[in-house]
């Protein structure tokens, strides 16, 4: 059973908090109406283990910016302000065999439907094994991503991860890892808290967002790395019965990283060598070894000591 993890300390309010002491007031539009965006963010030891680096935080904090401008609640941070938060509560919780997945999110705290909002930045970080994901069996689930008119997929909305926790429920009922999210014209768009990647025919393929899922960066990731290894990248409409026949499939996502689909509703995929070439570039990439055009890795900690 998957359990939250309780870390020593919170960022919030400007400063550390203890884990215990760190709440939100029962009558936040934060709590009322589910006024909250955020991002997850992926923290790697590099492969000499001497530097704890973040993964993409510019692209982060950039959508993190969006999210709060569409649901129309002020943003009030600089990235420089968010680097320095993260490295205040990473350096606290980092421990030398694990990497960390850092939740940043922006709290409406005051506020009444949209009037007088001020919000807040809350980091919490939890530690994370050091190995790559195993293949997992997923499901189609008959819980649908909304269109862009009523919650659109395109801000990270907490809202948006109710219709995920329904899906991820009836999956577990079922025997699945992980579901499938289908669009209201039941096309692919994304499983609960990943995008999806397939290989069909030698191409790689992702439903852009205009299908209803997230804008992710991990995505934008594997297109710069497929341009490197001259693999054919395609964002394009995928339907159910496509993806069912699709030869690989992955979830892609901070947190899923690079998952293995080794079934779909309990059909086998056929398997293939693009997958693996892709997960060791990605691998090799985030733990420092290669580079890769347009993404960084900004060094938070080294060695357990915080990098001013
Ligand atoms: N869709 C959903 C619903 C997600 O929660 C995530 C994870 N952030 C993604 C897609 C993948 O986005 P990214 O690659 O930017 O993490």
Request: neutral net charge.
């Amino acid at each position: 059973m998957a359990q939250l993890q309780k870390p020593a300390y919170v960022f919030m309010d400007g400063r550390l908090v203890a884990w215990d002491d760190a709440k939100v007031h029962v009558g936040s539009e934060a709590l009322l109406r589910g006024v909250s965006v955020f991002e997850g963010i992926k923290g790697y030891w590099q492969h000499d283990e001497r530097e704890f680096s973040l993964l993409a935080l510019k692209q982060h904090y950039e959508r993190l910016k969006r999210s709060a401008r569409l649901i129309q609640v002020p943003f009030e941070w600089s990235y420089e302000q968010l680097q320095a938060a993260a490295t205040q509560l990473i350096s606290k919780l980092v421990a030398p065999d694990k990497d960390m997945w850092m939740r940043a999110t922006v709290v409406a705290v005051e506020g009444h439907w949209g009037e007088n909002t001020k919000t807040d930045l809350i980091l919490t970080a939890y530690t994370q094994p050091k190995q790559r994901p195993e293949p997992i069996d997923v499901g189609i689930s008959t819980w649908q991503r909304p269109g862009d008119a009523s919650q659109p997929a395109r801000i990270k909305s907490v809202t948006n991860y109710q219709v995920s926790r329904m899906a991820r429920i009836e999956g577990r009922r079922q025997g699945f890892s992980d579901m499938i999210l289908l669009n209201p014209w039941g096309r692919v768009a994304e499983a609960t808290g990943a995008c999806l990647l397939m290989v069909r025919d030698g191409r790689v393929v992702t439903p852009p967002p205009w299908e209803c899922c997230l804008e992710s960066i991990t995505a934008d990731i594997i297109e710069a790395l497929c341009k490197e290894l001259s693999l054919p990248f395609e964002r394009r409409p995928v339907d159910r019965t496509e993806l069912l026949v699709a030869n690989e499939a992955c979830l892609l996502g901070t947190l899923a990283e690079l998952v293995p689909i080794r079934s779909i509703e309990g059909a086998p995929l056929a398997g293939g060598d693009v997958l693996p070439r892709l997960a060791d570039g990605f691998w090799g990439f985030v733990r420092g070894q290669r580079k890769l055009p347009g993404f960084e890795l900004t060094p938070i900690v080294a060695s357990g000591v915080a990098r001013t």
